[in-house]
T-cell receptor, first 114, second 111 residues
Framework: SAVISQKPSRDICQRGTSLTIQCQVDSQVTMMFWYRQQPGQSLTLIATANQGSEATYESGFVIDKFPISRPNLTFSTLTVSNMSPEDSSIYLC???????????FGPGTRLLVL | GDSVTQMEGPVTLSEEAFLTINCTYTATGYPSLFWYVQYPGEGLQLLLKATKADDKGSNKGFEATYRKETTSFHLEKGSVQVSDSAVYFCALSYGNNRLAFGKGNQVVVIP
């Protein structure tokens, strides 16, 4: 497995502002992913964070709203831009260690937008 | 696209009861299948997985069998404990190691 940390663990933000969430892994990994878990809902994949190239976004998610960086094999950031109350969610990063498609998840960042 | 469907609603049962959570999937190929669990106040953890038809994943007394003929991956446990109270998510892998999750089932075990 892997040890994955996220910062911040939670935040309360004002409408119209942006928040950058960090994800740090204790080993080098090829694949990192960002998910959103809206209140009482399941996890939805936002994008795959690719090292050295632009992230690959899922349908319904765009780079202008959720810019992602992946500067190396142990770190990624997700920014939630121009936030609205609908962005209130838990944001999780995950990594794939190459073990038969198994992903390991970070503890999540709980975001509340007022 | 590929997707997972879990039975609706929370599940409430008494300690030592038998637990079944239904999961069916739709996929163009033969995905790997997973059950993840989210205990209160904790992060998402892998519970078990199966990578091909007829495989049985098992962990902590939980089992699930990959049934290609019924496109199902139902989760079962013979005797639940209060500590099994959690939210359980069924998931499948699709294209480039991405995961699609079901809606999740809240399981509450009453002493």
């Amino acid at each position: 497995s892997a040890v994955i940390s996220q910062k911040p663990s939670r935040d309360i933000c004002q409408r119209g502002t942006s928040l950058t969430i960090q994800c740090q892994v204790d080993s080098q990994v090829t694949m990192m992913f960002w998910y959103r878990q809206q209140p009482g809902q399941s996890l939805t994949l936002i994008a795959t964070a690719n090292q050295g190239s632009e992230a690959t976004y899922e349908s319904g998610f765009v780079i202008d709203k959720f810019p992602i960086s992946r500067p190396n094999l142990t770190f990624s950031t997700l920014t939630v831009s121009n936030m609205s109350p609908e962005d209130s969610s838990i944001y999780l990063c995950s990594v794939d260690l190459g073990q038969q498609e198994t992903q390991y998840f970070g503890p999540g960042t709980r975001l509340l937008v007022l | 696209g590929d997707s997972v469907t879990q039975m609706e609603g929370p599940v409430t049962l008494s300690e030592e009861a038998f637990l079944t959570i239904n999961c069916t999937y739709t996929a163009t190929g033969y995905p790997s299948l997973f059950w993840y669990v989210q205990y209160p106040g904790e992060g998402l953890q892998l519970l078990l997985k199966a990578t091909k038809a007829d495989d049985k994943g098992s962990n902590k007394g939980f089992e699930a069998t990959y049934r290609k003929e019924t496109t199902s991956f139902h989760l079962e446990k013979g005797s639940v404990q209060v500590s099994d109270s959690a939210v359980y998510f069924c998931a499948l892998s699709y294209g480039n190691n991405r995961l699609a999750f079901g809606k999740g089932n809240q399981v509450v075990v009453i002493p």
